[in-house]
């Protein structure tokens, strides 16, 4: 079935630093990718989606490139803070029901 | 605010009780998913709705849980005979429609004693 394998954490940085998450993913078909947020307290927010090969999803500063070839979308910010603390998770939306499939998520940890 | 609201936030009940949630979802969105999450795991797909019509529930949907959508507008979950095991955070989504963007609620979280 679909699944989804997304880095481990927790992921400790300091401001300032380069963040990736790696996601890869198995889905039959093209399946859109998502990265959703979780802040501490608060329920999931859709953070950037792609919807086929090569589209680059983006906000607030983070990328994910979808890419076919390597079944991947992994999530990059250039300058983190500690503001973006919290619980990221990579999800593929497919099939007839178009269910996410969550990863276990990466927790990312920014210090001052 | 017209997101996905989900009621109650928290509840505690005593193994062997029966308890129902209720969301309501995004005016006019269709699709409504319900999801569970236990601690430390990204949440897992229980079942969907598009409109009134409950098309697919996963394997992790015992007979003891049961969802509606009567009206095709909010949806109720109710979990009967509560197990320890059925702790966990309880997550409803929507959607305008199948390949839309899925927003989810705050979830209600149980606890079974």
């Known amino acids: 079935g679909d699944s989804v394998t997304q880095m481990e954490g927790p992921v400790t940085l300091s401001e300032e630093a380069f963040l990736t998450i790696n996601c890869t993913y198995t889905?039959?078909?093209?399946?859109?990718l998502f990265w959703y947020v979780q802040y501490p307290g608060e329920g999931l927010q859709l953070l950037l989606k792609?919807?086929?090969?090569?589209d680059k999803g983006s906000n607030k500063g983070f990328e994910a490139t979808y890419r076919k070839e390597t079944t991947s979308f992994h999530l990059e910010k250039g300058s983190v803070q500690v503001s973006d603390s919290a619980v990221y998770f990579c999800a593929p939306r497919g099939g007839a029901t178009n269910k996410l499939i969550f990863g276990t998520g990466t927790l990312l940890a920014v210090q001052p | 605010d017209t997101g996905v609201s989900q009621d109650p936030r928290h509840k505690i009940t005593k193994r062997g009780q029966n308890v129902t949630f209720r969301c309501d979802p995004i005016?006019?969105?269709?699709?409504l998913y319900w999801y569970r999450q236990t601690l430390g795991q990204g949440p897992e797909f229980l079942t969907y709705f598009q409109n009134e019509a409950q098309l697919e529930k996963s394997r992790l949907l015992s007979d003891r849980f049961s969802a509606e959508r009567p009206k095709g507008s909010f949806s109720t979950l109710e979990i009967q005979r509560t197990e320890q095991g059925d702790s966990a955070m309880y997550l409803c989504a929507s959607s305008l429609n199948g390949r839309d963007t899925q927003y989810f609620g705050p979830g209600t979280r149980l606890t079974v004693l």
């Open positions: 792609a919807t086929k090969a090569d």
């Open positions: 889905a039959t078909g093209y399946p859109s």
């Open positions: 005016s006019e969105h269709n699709r």
